[in-house]
């Protein structure tokens, strides 16, 4: 064989090898989106059955079952932003939620100012970031705030 013979069924598999490994990125890449789009549903759903006027704690032990709870730690982005003028602290705070949305949620009530929470830098991602402590407790200790500054 020539090596202009080799050299191009060795371009034809370079190229039937990238078109694989293409499809099977396509394909990983809509599975993620699909399962990102139904936990972002199921933590909204969670959201909103956990109405202030109904606790999901006595909810929870209403049924028998134990709350289980992740400690977060959110840490404003940038500070000088003018959205953070909507909200009473510009400190990271570690939250105890059930979810990433949960803990914005709270973050974002206990440091509004007034009643309203839309439009708070604490419920956006681009203003806050969110994390999972490295020191997770399972459960707030009895009779302490969700939301602790630090």
């Given at each position: 064989?020539?090596?202009?013979?080799?050299?191009?069924?060795?371009?034809a598999l370079t190229a039937a090898a990238r078109a694989i490994v293409?499809?099977?990125?396509?394909?990983?890449?809509?599975?993620?989106?699909?399962?990102?789009?139904?936990?972002?549903?199921?933590?909204?759903?969670?959201?909103?059955?956990?109405?202030?006027?109904?606790?999901?704690?006595?909810?929870?032990?209403?049924?028998?079952?134990?709350?289980?709870?992740?400690?977060?730690?959110?840490?404003?982005?940038?500070?000088?932003?003018?959205?953070?003028?909507?909200?009473?602290?510009?400190?990271?705070?570690?939250?105890?939620?059930?979810?990433?949305?949960?803990?914005?949620?709270?973050?974002?009530?206990?440091?509004?100012?007034?009643?309203?929470?839309?439009?708070?830098?604490?419920?956006?991602p681009d203003k806050v970031h969110c994390s999972l402590a490295e020191?997770?407790?399972?459960?707030?200790?009895?009779?302490?705030?969700?939301?602790?500054?630090?």
């Amino acid at each position: 064989m020539k090596q202009s013979q080799i050299s191009i069924r060795a371009d034809a598999l370079t190229a039937a090898a990238r078109a694989i490994v293409e499809a099977e990125k396509a394909t990983h890449d809509a599975k993620t989106a699909r399962l990102r789009k139904a936990r972002l549903d199921k933590e909204a759903a969670g959201l909103s059955a956990s109405a202030p006027g109904k606790p999901r704690a006595r909810a929870l032990k209403a049924k028998g079952r134990k709350q289980l709870t992740d400690v977060f730690v959110l840490r404003p982005i940038n500070d000088k932003d003018p959205a953070w003028e909507r909200s009473s602290s510009r400190a990271m705070c570690q939250v105890w939620a059930d979810s990433e949305a949960h803990a914005r949620e709270l973050a974002a009530r206990e440091f509004s100012r007034g009643d309203d929470t839309m439009g708070s830098p604490w419920l956006s991602p681009d203003k806050v970031h969110c994390s999972l402590a490295e020191a997770v407790l399972k459960r707030p200790p009895e009779g302490h705030a969700r939301v602790v500054k630090l």
